[in-house]
């Protein structure tokens, strides 16, 4: 066969006569962010992208290719199953358990209640407590979630937000009643409040009292915990809530900008800001637009530190992240089909060179996993580690045409979306006027419409359905949980030195008045068994609450 001349050439020639002969391929290609594929990448994609010297080698700027010389040859990504029920007792068995199973990272969730500052038994509670994470009411309840967990030897992510300054001060004194320094315990707490006014509604206070709370918690762990990550910017939940890969891209830049324009202005280096922010993305079905999004993200992030912020130190110009694959992807129907998806987005989280990893479960549509169904997802990370093949190089799918060209291409349309924003005066500024929000409902209809319309195929909803009358078994929450957590709250109250509580909370009331940070009195408050709910009640005194969504 005679070699074609150009691309456009091969494609007249060989494609089309394919497409006449199965019509029903000739629907448009797109990727889940409604980027059109081609039939074929050639070079001819990649002119004029100056591809060596905007991807260059492992380890080095802009770190397309990795934050890491060898990646995981050197070291296997940390495998952090995220979980947590009921009450910590019942969460620290679960942790042990995962644990022994080979993880080698915690991951805690938490119930509603705990994420919007409420203790167990406040009415605001009732039907809430250990439903959808664990019930963390005081020092006391972190004591017991971390029993026998060495907190020198496991890090620990806390995906916790509002809340975020008291989780970390129950923790900080959790590690130091361990006997743990200070500066040997390592994890993150997610601790971004600007993703909740956008996504998930899980906020407490006003916008700049949260932005405050958030600085505080930076130069504190800047201070105090070098080893720990004191923000993990989340484009994961922007992702669940309806947004598609560009966007995920775009708004969490934004959001970091103004994280590190808050913490400029409190003072805090940018180069130690740089090595401490760390970042939360999400693993879609859509195999190599994720790959590409994750390879975009370490560029946008490099560029923004060096270019934008003057960043000196090279190891602020690294973009480290933690994924977790889709929840919002997975279904009620055929949970089988379940373990399948959540393999591709764990495989694309992977490739794409993520520094940890959360795999869900299969019966996530339907409850909280049980413990086979977590042991699976941890499973599948496992198989991909040790059986794949996919960690034994740096960057594997590098050099291939479809991937490096749509790197490019979200990295340039997340820019786009990213400028918008920056001309409205930054993320504030458009959460205030509903842009972001606006944006996402309508990629989530595009999405929903594409759905129905059967335009994008998901197997066991829309096509390849079955008539399913079985049942699986799922993880139920007794409602005997909230009662525990009351009889313990009222204990430890009538066995506390109640008077050291009032003062500490006293002094943490005059530092949020005097606008001073309040993290070095929290864990005042925290040591002396003041509860979160009393501690969150004290700041919504002094800063108000937020009553209402932005629109």
């Given at each position: ?25 000739q ?26 010297e ?77 439903r ?26 806390m ?29 993150t ?11 998930r ?18 130069a ?15 484009g ?82 690294v ?16 949970p ?86 920056d ?47 079985r ?14 957590q ?11 030195d ?24 929290m ?29």
């Amino acid at each position: 066969m005679a070699k074609s001349n150009s691309k456009s050439e091969w494609t007249e020639k060989t494609l089309d006569p394919s497409l006449k002969r199965f019509p029903e391929r000739q629907e448009r290609f797109i990727t889940s962010s409604e980027i059109p594929v081609a039939p074929l990448y050639t070079p001819e994609d990649l002119e004029g992208s100056d591809y060596n010297e905007k991807v260059g080698y492992p380890a080095e700027y802009p770190y397309v290719r990795g934050p890491q010389p060898t990646m995981y040859r050197g070291r296997l990504w940390t495998m952090r199953q995220y979980a947590g029920f009921a009450g910590a007792e019942e969460s620290n068995l679960r942790y042990r358990y995962l644990l022994e199973q080979g993880q080698t990272g915690l991951s805690v969730a938490f119930d509603l209640p705990t994420q919007i500052g409420y203790d167990s038994d406040s009415p605001l509670s009732e039907g809430e407590v250990g439903r959808v994470g664990v019930a963390i009411d005081s020092l006391e309840d972190v004591e017991t979630l971390f029993n026998q967990i060495p907190l020198d030897k496991v890090s620990t992510s806390m995906t916790i937000n509002a809340t975020a300054p008291v989780l970390l001060a129950m923790y900080v004194v959790a590690a130091k009643r361990q006997g743990v320094p200070l500066a040997a315990i390592s994890g993150t707490i997610q601790n971004d409040v600007l993703k909740e006014y956008i996504a998930r509604g899980t906020y407490i206070f006003p916008p700049k009292a949260a932005i405050k709370l958030v600085t505080d918690t930076f130069a504190y762990c800047v201070d105090q915990l070098p080893k720990w990550n004191f923000i993990n910017v989340s484009g994961y939940h922007i992702r669940e809530a309806g947004s598609d890969a560009v966007q995920e891209l775009a708004f969490t830049m934004a959001n970091a900008v103004t994280y590190i324009r808050a913490a400029l202005e409190a003072g805090i280096d940018i180069d130690h800001l740089g090595k401490q922010f760390a970042f939360f993305f999400v693993s879609h079905n859509n195999l190599f637009e994720e790959v590409a999004k994750f390879r975009a993200a370490r560029r946008m992030w490099a560029i923004l530190m060096r270019e934008r912020f003057g960043a000196k130190d090279p190891k602020s110009w690294v973009l480290r992240f933690h994924t977790q694959t889709a929840g919002s992807t997975l279904t009620a129907q055929q949970p089988e089909n379940n373990v399948v998806r959540v393999a591709i987005q764990a495989l694309a989280a992977v490739l794409g060179g993520t520094q940890s990893l959360h795999t869900c479960a299969r019966d996530e549509a339907l409850a909280l996993p049980t413990e086979q169904s977590a042991q699976i997802a941890l499973r599948t990370q496992q198989v991909i580690a040790y059986e794949s093949g996919a960690a034994d190089t740096v960057d594997p799918l590098a050099g291939s045409y479809y991937v490096e060209w749509l790197t490019n291409e979200l990295e340039k349309r997340a820019w786009e979306e990213f400028e918008k924003i920056d001309k409205m005066g930054g993320s504030m500024a458009a959460i205030e006027q509903g842009y972001m929000q606006r944006q996402i409902t309508e990629a989530a209809y595009r999405y929903q419409r594409r759905v129905e319309e059967k335009e994008q195929i998901v197997v066991g909803v829309n096509r390849f359905t079955i008539d399913e009358k079985r049942s699986i078994q799922i993880l139920r929450v007794n409602d005997e949980v909230r009662d525990r957590q009351v009889a313990k709250l009222q204990a430890l109250r009538q066995r506390r030195d109640n008077s050291a509580v009032q003062s500490n909370l006293a002094a943490l009331k005059e530092t949020a008045i005097r606008g001073d940070n309040v993290m070095p009195v929290m864990v005042d408050c925290v040591e002396s068994y003041a509860t979160l709910g009393e501690i969150c009640d004290v700041l919504r005194d002094v800063y108000g609450e937020q009553k209402q969504s932005f629109v």
